[in-house]
């Protein structure tokens, strides 16, 4: 089928564009999925090859830790509204949950704050872990290290309330300064606030008690990982401060994302970060119902 080029308001650059980009099935079956006019398609043929490209990306992807699009979650999109051709970052379907546990975040942080011992809801998969919440605070010794706890395991299980359930006790019975940090925001707005990088990198290097919460759930660049992650593990470590970690990951899978960023694969400086968490913790696995789901 011959196509028809609209001279009037398509460039020779446009129409060469468009002609080598008609060649390819893929653009073509996009072209014909979401019924874009061919001018249309003509005069926007670089953004529908974005798209196309962003596309085959989530295609794929299964997880926002492998997103490789431009912005992450998100897939850039063509969309015709009254005849006109946009172009947007649509959601993709990890963006969506992770938007939904990012709306319950401000219920989840008072929850979290008011958290207590006795609240604690007791079941069989939780045997181990409260024993070792049991024991840790019996012995908690304000002035010594006192090792924390790797905890991970499936969504919504509970594991961020059950540290910060004793984190809470721990912080009223011997005034100890506190600090549960949400691994993804803190890199994140570290990032838009470069000046405050030093400023907070003391104060959480030099906390009585950290809890890191969901770690592996970020986007891993050599910046966040070895600049902020590692300097504060490092100087946890050298001074015996109490550090605790929540997670979805293993162990083993937590260093198999650690060590993959956009840059480069690099093991050793992955197994540096896992190596300061050994020694800072014990690690526990909590596996059970997903309660977020169940309310």
Not at 94 to 112: F, G, V
Not at 155 to 170: D, H, R, S, W
Not at 197 to 213: A, Q, S
Request: with cysteine; charged share 30%; hydrophobic share 35%.
């Amino acid at each position: 089928m011959e196509l028809k080029i609209d001279k009037k308001t398509v460039t020779k650059a446009q129409e060469k564009e468009y002609l080598k980009a008609m060649q390819n099935e893929e653009f073509k079956g996009l072209v014909k999925k979401i019924k874009i006019k061919e001018v249309d398609v003509q005069k926007n043929v670089m953004k529908l090859n974005d798209s196309l490209e962003e596309l085959n990306n989530c295609k794929k992807c299964s997880s926002l830790y492998e997103c490789q699009n431009k912005v992450k979650g998100y897939v850039y999109f063509p969309i015709v509204s009254e005849s006109n051709l946009a172009f947007s970052y649509i959601p993709c379907k990890y963006e969506k949950k992770a938007q939904k546990d990012r709306n319950n975040k401000n219920t989840s942080e008072k929850l979290i704050a008011s958290a207590h011992l006795k609240d604690i809801k007791i079941t069989k998969n939780r045997t181990e872990v409260i024993k070792w919440i049991k024991n840790f605070y019996d012995n908690y010794n304000p002035n010594g290290f006192n090792k924390g706890l790797y905890l991970h395991g499936n969504f919504g299980t509970g594991k961020t309330y059950l540290i910060a359930a004793l984190l809470n006790e721990i912080k009223t019975k011997y005034k100890v300064r506190v600090e549960i940090v949400y691994v993804p925001e803190l890199l994140r707005k570290l990032k838009e606030n470069l000046n405050s990088v030093g400023d907070r990198l003391y104060e959480l290097e030099n906390v009585d008690i950290l809890l890191l919460d969901d770690i592996g759930a970020e986007k891993v660049t050599e910046w966040g990982r070895d600049e902020i992650i590692g300097t504060i593990l490092q100087t946890r470590m050298n001074n015996g401060m109490t550090t605790f970690f929540t997670s979805n990951l293993n162990i083993e899978e937590l260093t198999h994302t650690m060590s993959i960023t956009k840059e480069k694969e690099d093991a050793v400086k992955a197994k540096r970060i896992i190596e300061r968490i050994k020694y800072l913790t014990q690690d526990i696995e909590l596996l059970g119902n997903n309660y977020r789901e169940e309310k």
